[in-house]
Each structure stands twice: as C-alpha cells, then as structure tokens.
C-alpha cells in the first residue's frame, strides 16, 4: 500500500516515542525558567492539543496514530485526516523531542498518506488548491496580477532574485514592496520573476505531494532561465519550502536560498546597512515556525548528537532579526516569553487557517496576549502569513498591539 | 471478562449527555493515540471510548452508567504509566481521561500541603510554585517527564525528588477524594470528617487511604489529592562517588544513608551514560571507551539540599570522611567530579533525564522491583549476568527508600520495539528474573499482569483473596479494570 510505504519509513522514530508527552510543552526541560506573568517555566505550547485536548491532538498522539496504522489496527479515514490536519505543524513537539522524532515530517507524511488512501480532501484545501492549478497561487487571485505591486524589475537577468511568495504578492503586498524597496535603497540589482508561481507549500503541508511537486518544477524551470545565483525570500514558508524541501524532492540547487533576515543581518555587519531613523517603541519579536525551528531542526538534521556547529548556527540564527531589531534607534526590543525554539506559532500554517479558522485565530490572539504581556506595544515578525493571522488577531480582539513585518520596518528606518 | 459489555451508540449518547457532546469520542484514530507501550509495560489495549469529565458530578454519573451497563473503566490523569494507565485486556470499554481537572486547588503554608486535581502536571505544578510560592517544593517525580501528573504518580507509590528523605511519593499524601464504582464519594484521612482539613493523613478509625494507593484504579476514581508540599532550598549540590564494584557501591552507600542527610540518592553502572546519549550504531559501548572518559563502573549520586551553604557544607563534609572512612576499609571510591551542567541537569526538578533511552534500541522498559538496601548489590549482579544471557544491555539503575531502609532496582531494558523476536526476549527475561526475584522475597513495582502479577499472587494467595473481597465490596458490579493487578 502506497500510503503506507511513506510512514514506514519512519518506522523506526514512530516506534521511539514512549509517549513521555514532554513535546505538548515550552522550554520541557527548563521548569526553572523565570518569566513574567503567567508566563513562567514549562508551559502547554501544543496549539491544537491546547484547544481540542485530546491525546491525538498532541504530537505524541499522532505517534502513535502512525503505530496503529503501520500495525494495520487503524487505516486512513476522514476522521483521522481532520485529526492530523486540525495541527499548525509548528515543529514544537519536534525540538522538544529527547528521542529525537522528526515529528513534523511524520505528521505531513500522515497528511499524505490520507491522500493516498482517496480520503477525500477538505472543501478549503479543495479550493485553495483548485486555485493554484488555474491561478498558480491559493488565494483565488489572476496570475497575470501578481507582479502588479512592482512596476519594473521584472524578468531581467540578475544573480539576486527575490522570490516574492502569494501572500505577500496578493495580500501583504506593503511586505513586498518595502523588501524592494529596501533592495532598490541598498543598491541592489534584483529582479523578481512574473511567472512565479506558489512555491509549493500549502500543497506540501497538506499531504498533496504530486501537485507540489509540479509548483517545484515550475520554479525550477523559472529560476533556470533567470541565471540566478541566489534567491531571497521575505516569506518563511516560502524560504522553508525552498531550503528543506526542494533538495528533497529535486537535489541540489543550483543556487543559494537566502531569507531576507538572514540577507539584511549580513548587510548589517558590512555596515551596507546602517538604519538612522528612529522608532520609538517597546517592541517583541515573534519567531515565525517555518524560519525558526523548522530551519534549526532541519540543520540539526537526524543527528542525536548535536555538534558545536550546530549549537553555534542555532545560536546566530534567531539572534539576526535580533540585531537588526537592535540595530534601529529609539527601540526597545523586549522578549516575548515563548522564543527562539519555544515560540508558540501564530496559528496560520499547515493548511489551518483555512480549514480551521478558530484554531488560527485562538492561536494567534494567544500570541498577541502573550506580546502585551511582555510589555511590547509593536510586534514584528517577517513571515507575511504570520502577519496576516496576527493582524486578524489584533482586530478580533481589538488590540491595540501594532502588528509589522520586519521589512516594513526597516523601509521606514533606513 | 466475558461478561462485560462494549458501550452501545445509545449509551455513547448518555455518555455525551453528562459531559456534553465534545467530550465523549468513538474516534477510532483518537482511541489509537491513547495507546502506549513502554517504560512500564508493553501491553495494553485499544479502549472502545475516551470519556473526559470535567467535575466529580460527572464522573459519578460516568460509573453509575458503566455500572447499569457492565462497561469496564480505566482512569488516566496524565497517562505517563508507559501503558499502566490504559485497559490490558479485552474489552477496552471507557478510558476516563482525567485531564481537564487540571486545578491546584488549594495550597495550606502552614499546614504545609497542596490540594490537586488528576490532570495537574508536575511541569505546571513546579511552575506555579516557583511563580507563587518560591519557599516551597511540590512533591513531583523524579525522572518522569513534566507531563506526569502528581496525582498519578502520588497514588502509584511512585517516586519523587525526596524519595530518600520522605519514602515514596504515597508516603506524603494527606488525603484522597475518591468516587467510589458505585458512584458514592469518600474521603480519607482527617479530610473524612466533613469541614475538617486534609491535615493528618490518619482518619477516623482505621485507614482506608492504603485501598486507593497502589490500586492502580482498580479501587475508584481518585478525583482529588491532598499532598505534602516541602520546603525547597536554593542551597543545592549533588556529590557523585564511583566504586569499582556494586558490593563496594552498595556498601558505602549505606553508611551515608544511615546519616539520614540526602535527599535523594542514585546509583547505578556506567551503562546509564551512553544509553541515552545516541543510538546504539552511533555510540561507543566499549568499557574503555567511558572509562577514558571518566565514567566510573557504579556510582552513586548524592543530592543534598542545606538550609544554608555552611549546613550544604556540613553535609559535603559527613559525605566525604564517611568515603575516607570506606577507603580506609578497603571500598575502592574514588570522587567523580561532574561538569556543572551534568550536576545542573540531575538537580533540575522536573527533569527528562529518563527520556531518551529510546535513543539506544528504539524503546525501553523499566522492570521495577523493591529489595532491602543491603540486597541491591545481588539484585544487580543477577540481572547484570541475565540481561548479558538474554544479550540486553546490563544498564542498571538503584535507588534509596526512606534512607536506605529500602531500595528500590531497576534493570533497563533497551530493546528494539519493532523486532517480535526482542518483545519476546524482552519479556522472556523477565519472566526468568521475577522467579529469581520473588524467590529472593523482592517485590515488584507496578506489575506486569501477565507475568509479575499471576507469580505474586499465586504466592500469596491468602492476600490475594482479601484484596479480591474488599473489591468486591467497593466495586460490587466489577466495572473498574482489572488493571495490572489482574483484581477481578
């Protein structure tokens, strides 16, 4: 059975867990950890296992779903896909893991072994992914519109291109312009790709492999043409589905796969980049998944034994948005309680925005509560999906949290 | 077992009716991740629904329809029983998951306790403590991971930070609220005297606290929990030793117990070290390869918490001239000298450290048993010469009850959970080494019901039969799961 195949060959990390549930927790081995608040020591940082409680809700319950289904005493259904999806896929239960699980990959190879079986799919992924067959992207918007933010730059060769991603292009199209903007002030030669298409991820994290697959050829091929040496992104899922899961599925890149934070934190150190206008705010930064932990696992790789390079990486790489934030004048850069690898997740990935909204939206109103708490009057991030979830956030519950993406920002400082 | 039943779409329906619709499931894909096989067990059974009350109400209207139906019950707090906390056999019938009672109810300073509900984690439980209360220490586990509720580990005599200072974490409770199978609420301790406080654990006559404590429950459903809560100190060190052999660990081990100072004291062989560092293909298992990195062959950990750094002292001092005093006998002890992180890592309260033994094989079991402390270090060297038949890795771990008037042993059994053949060799020593064990006059903790429990009992059948007669009388309609006690 073809659905089968791809969890046994996780077989053997599905069998490690012994249901010790420290993954459903924040900072599981830091009881100590001081706070502020309500926030203090190990906290629940399971989204869904928080609001449906039950044990398949949590990662370690899906473990054990994966059991059942490779010992044949479960098989894939409806209720199981509304089970794994019902999940942000945040990789929280992933980096708490002491047996070292690759949970995330686990639940998204579940997803896709409910494709397989022909459960059918959720009326919104149904859509979104009906979209981006006849529009190239999830959002119901033309193809022809998404470069429309931009009046030039387009298709011109250059060794930078920025990969734009949907959400940005048709719905936070100020990330994209300010990122261009920002490109353009630093003297950068770039240009961005009218034939882009959606990058794959919210087929990918829904179990729909085939037709990610064909969104990754598509780029590929687009990329090729351009001569591009590298590809920076302003979007987390956009980079995360390019630096993990292209390789996987098309082998080395032929280019190099850069987020903008990581980009502008470099210019920073070069002093390219030196922002001079000030923002006077008490501001928090929230983690996004897919450029947070997903990318620190994802180079931690299968290794129980973490290596010195590894620790370092991990170390640097959440504290560039950090320096940047730190970089501006005026500011006041405060931290949220959950961070870094603990960052509790906005909510929106992993197809749950659109197929479960309450979820999304619980999970982000958590996050802005989290933000006040800490004193923060802004909240920056530098993920477009996450910032539409938690500005949805901040309206539902009439915060008056200002939400920003990092880009954004910066445009307004330099 | 043939007489209970599976709960009919009708009964699923009162079922919803007295906890409300989104709290009851048939899911079978929900079922399936309740199941757990490891660490204590590697049997249980999927259960036919999950039920998670809210209330003792409800949980009372819960049992007095598994009674009229004959539906077996299994409670579960935090389910951190490696499959102790799910049915065993055939039919699963109602898992009672406890964990939306999830209240600290109560916290008495001068008294000294804390009131829980079952799903009270000791991850939160430390939390709230640090947060609220800083001067004290709730009792949680040792060793089990944050999401072990106190409750559970409380009633299954398990095993805490101050298990070497108090005994076991039974040892500490005050009282219990417990709805009886037949729906009735009882308290115990001084807590039964209605308006009376939970503040003395004997009550009104003859105690029937002892029926619920290491029940499993099979006796009811304990709904809350008074418990001792300790003063914590932030004068804390942790003095290891390492000994060339289990006689000579087990021996100067003693003489620090006898001095009634540590709180907890762990000993084990160097066997402990790369089990849970990576897996076996990615770890050396070479005896010179530890001994170069300065893993003694047995060691023991002395944890100790002083009022002040000069009391701390004090006890480093008694710890030191008693190993002085061991050398001078001919024990063979030497100090290890633990990194700071390695000393942060075992005072870390709740800790992980018995996680990633998974690491090793795939999976682990501990097989539990109690002995007198002076019997350790024969325990050890039986298991070490069985685990080697059984070609499992030696990995022993030994533990100090109430000062070492107990000890509590345990044979870590790394095994590959995907492999029939290691199941069965897993099992298969463990079934040799309980009749050695029982032979030896040892207990188990927590027993396995297909083999420790049948042995135990067909030895003391006379016990065994009383047990059989007060459960009767609690739960006369036999709803509650036989469990791993195999109680009727």
Redesign the interface.
Known sequence: MAALSKINQY??YI????????C??CY?????RVGYG?Y????MNCTAGKKY????HFG???M??A??LIEG??QP?Q??AD?LLRCPTCGNCQVQC???IPTTEIIEALRAACVDAGVPLHEKHHAFLESIRVNNNPYHEMHETRTSWMQNQKDQKADLIYFVGCTAAYRQSDVARSTARLLEKLGFDFSVMRDEVCCGSPALRIGQISVAKQLMEKNLETLQHTGAKKILFSCAGCFRTFKVDYPKYAGKLPFEVVHAVEFFADLLDRKVLSPSKPFGQRVTWHDPCHLGRHITAHMKGR???ESSDVKKFRQEWFEKPRRILRSIPGIELVEIYRNREDAWCCGAGGGVRSAYPDLASETAQERIREAEAAGASSLITACPFCLTNLLDATRAMSSQMRVLDLFQLLEQVV | MGEYSRPTPRVIEELRAIVGQEFVTTSKPILASYVSKGIMGLECTIADAVVRPRTVEEIQRVLRVARDERIPVTPTSGGLSGGFACPFIEPGGILLDLSRMDRILEVDVDCRYMVVEPGVTSGEAWSYFRSNYPNLAPPVPDGAPPAATVLGDAIERGFSLVTNKYGPQADLVLGMEVVLPTGEVVRTGSWALPGAKPFYKWGLGPDLGGLFLGAQGTMGVVTKLAIKVLPHSEHKDLIAYGFETVEHMVDATLEVLKKEICVLVQCGNWWLVPTRIAPESEVSSQRDFWKKAGVPEWFSNFEIWGRDDEDLNCQRRIIHSIMDEAKRKGIKAEEWKLHPKQKASRLTKPNKIAIPYALFKGSFLFITWYTPWKDASQFCRIAEEKMANYGIPPVLWVASIDHGRQAICMPIVCFDPTSPEELKKVQDFNRETTDIFLSKGWLNYRPDPSIHSPKTFSMAREYFDLLKKIKNILDPHGIMHPGRLTLP
């Not at chain 1, 069998?15 to 420290?22: K, P, V």
């Not at chain 1, 599981?28 to 100590?32: A, C, I, K, N, V």
């Open positions: 077989k053997s069998y490690r867990c012994i249901h010790c549930r420290a459903r927790f599981s081995g830091e009881p100590d309500d203090m020591g190990i906290l409680g039950w044990e398949s370690s319950g899906k054990w779903i059991r059942a005493t479960i259904s209720e199981m089970i002491d047996n070292n290794a129980s034994i």
